[in-house]
């Protein structure tokens, strides 16, 4: 009787140490609203502006998720719910330090942010892929 408690034991144990192991390589990226965009604690960090049914939108995410192990440096957020205009008249954010001042043109847009302070935008999938290709 002793034997077979601890063979299951055994068992829970291994199985408990695969399920850690799964859960613990599954990376997720963060998703924050755009209020909290300097708020983060960090020095250098990425922000992704999305709309949940932009095909480039999702191909991007799924990107990140497959290829980074840095998506601790990545947040996103979702624009549908906020004005934006894609227009002619393009703003770049570089400079901005406060969120109402971020105007957002096309979804995917990638800001790269740095002491609070947005030092680089790049629009566009196959962009952000090639900016990220050369980053990491």
Not at 43 to 50: A, G, L, P, S, T
Not at 70 to 86: A, P, Q, V
Not at 112 to 124: A, N, P, R, T
Request: hydrophobic share 40%; charged share 20%.
């Amino acid at each position: 009787m002793w034997m077979f408690i601890r063979i299951l034991i055994c068992l829970f144990e291994v199985l408990h140490y695969i399920i850690g192991i799964t859960d613990s390589h599954k990376k997720e990226l963060c998703y924050i609203n755009i209020q909290e965009i300097f708020l983060i604690n960090k020095d250098n960090y990425y922000v992704i502006f999305f709309l949940p049914d932009c095909m480039s939108c999702l191909t991007l995410n799924e990107y990140l998720e497959n290829s980074f192990s840095h998506l601790d440096l990545f947040y996103l957020i979702d624009i549908s719910d906020y004005e934006y205009t894609n227009n002619l008249m393009q703003k770049n954010n570089v400079g901005v330090s406060c969120y109402t001042d971020i105007q957002i043109n096309s979804a995917p847009t990638l800001l790269l942010i740095k002491s609070k302070i947005i030092i680089y935008q790049v629009e566009g999938l196959e962009s952000i892929h090639s900016y990220l290709e050369e980053q990491f």
